[in-house]
């Protein structure tokens, strides 16, 4: 391998103009460690947050951004077992995926299965996982009962539909009129949300509530949500992109969770990577059931557009236009 390779780095907080392409050194992986040729790297909305500075578990400027990847392993550090050099793997990085190599530990990978592309495996790390771990952990569905979608056509919006609608749930996707096909598709029931109160909308149809509500906007959305659950129903909120400042971020958590019990629900905050840097082992389960989903045809991951590796500009400038349904993949051949 040559001495150095190619990454897209986050100079500091600001617009796409912040990514920069450089030239890094490689490094032979440390006992424990794998390093990783990627060949595909999902962009998402954690990559906005990372952009404008606000993210809780991004390293210092500068950093090489990049979620999560799938790629094939090159080196093997002393006392790894189980893997071998060209193997397919993926990862949950946070970081350091917008790049030719990666070197993490061992722990951090999961093998990539025959009949899952290195796209469709980048494309799922995150958003399904999430949206798996809502519903099966967190929310723990049955079928029978219903829930609502915001950001229904979006990376995590669009997984949920799907795994909600595998999992014998009834869903209400809140999309913009334009989306709408979308949400269908994926077999929920569309809402437009510029057409009222969501809490409105849903009892329409659903007089009594929902059973489960997966906010992913935040913000003044949190009361609306709340009020289309029933009595005893859950609200599980993630993402959060359309909260700005502390106060207001440290409203909507009180509506969620005070609010939520005071009006007779329950309310819950879900983060992926809180969940991983406490515990790798729920991801190292769950994961897997995605790949195999993936490679039964028993799910579509929807991939909006791919890009070069090196026109991550290009695809993060796309993602903030607040246009993309699904999910959105680098790609480094």
């Given at each position: ?51 404008a ?9 500068p ?26 793997v ?32 980048a ?13 099966h ?81 935040g ?93 991550a ?21």
């Open positions: 391998m040559a001495a150095t390779y190619r990454a897209i780095m986050l100079t500091k907080a600001g617009g796409p103009e912040s990514l920069q392409a450089v030239e890094l050194p490689v490094e032979a992986p440390a006992q424990g460690q794998l390093r990783v040729r990627i060949r595909a790297a999902g962009v998402g909305s954690t990559d906005l947050i990372m952009l500075g606000q993210y809780l578990y991004a390293p210092p400027f950093f090489v951004p990049g979620y999560e990847i799938a790629g094939v392993v090159d080196a093997i550090g002393d006392g790894v077992s189980g893997f071998e050099i060209g193997q397919r993926a990862a949950l990085t946070v970081h350091g995926g917008f790049g030719e190599v990666l070197v993490r530990a061992a722990a951090d990978f999961v093998p990539i299965p025959d009949g899952v592309s290195d796209v469709d495996a494309a799922v790390i995150l958003n399904y996982v999430t949206a798996w771990q809502m519903i952990r967190v929310a723990r569905v049955s079928a029978g009962q219903t829930a609502l979608v915001t950001g229904a056509a979006g990376g995590v919006g669009s997984a949920l539909l799907q795994l909600l609608r595998l999992a014998g749930v009834k869903a209400y996707g809140a999309a913009s009129a334009g989306k709408h096909g979308t949400v269908s598709a994926l077999g929920a029931i569309p809402l437009d949300y510029r057409a009222g109160p969501l809490d409105r909308l849903v009892r329409a149809l659903e007089p009594a509530g929902v059973d489960h509500v997966f906010d992913a906007v913000g003044a959305s949190i009361g609306p949500c709340i009020g289309a659950a029933r009595r005893g129903g859950n609200v599980v909120g993630f993402g959060f992109m359309a909260v700005s400042g502390k106060l207001a971020t440290a409203r909507m958590f009180a509506n969620l969770f005070v609010g939520a019990r005071l009006r007779g629900r329950r309310g819950t905050f879900y983060g992926i990577t809180a969940l991983y840097r406490k515990n790798r082992k729920p991801f190292h389960e769950d994961l897997p059931k995605i790949f195999e989903l993936v490679a039964t045809r028993r799910i579509d991951p929807l991939v909006s557009a791919t890009f070069a590796l090196f026109e500009r290009r695809a993060i400038e796309l993602l903030a236009t607040g246009t993309v349904q699904g999910k959105l993949v680098l790609t480094n051949a």
